[in-house]
């Protein structure tokens, strides 16, 4: 019975890692357009600045203020000075 169950969990392994070894030929065929250099620096620079402008979106925009809650914002802060000084 235990014989049975390590040659049963040695075929899931092997079943495991060649799903493994699959995927990541499949995930490097679809790929491998992205990574070649065959459309160009143009192409490939202006991917980088749509990359960076999501990063920018996703990380670093302040969330959900629009305009005019920013220019309330800053009179709020000028009101807030005017009346220290």
């Known amino acids: 019975m ?3 169950g390590r040659s049963l969990r040695g075929e899931m392994q092997q079943l495991v890692a060649g799903d493994l070894r699959e ?3 499949n995930v490097s065929e679809s790929l491998s ?3 070649t ?3 160009g620096p143009g192409v490939l620079a202006w991917m ?3 990359f960076m ?3 920018y979106a996703l990380f670093f925009a302040p969330a959900g203020r629009t305009a005019r809650d920013v220019s309330a914002s800053a009179a ?3 009101r807030l000075k005017a ?3």
């Open 53 to 55: 402008l999501v990063v």
């Open 2 to 4: 235990e014989r049975e």
């Open 33 to 35: 357009p992205f990574l």
């Open 83 to 85: 009346r220290r000084a």
């Open 76 to 78: 709020r802060n000028a």
């Open 48 to 50: 980088g600045v749509a």
């Open 23 to 25: 995927s990541y030929v």
């Open 37 to 39: 250099a065959d459309w």
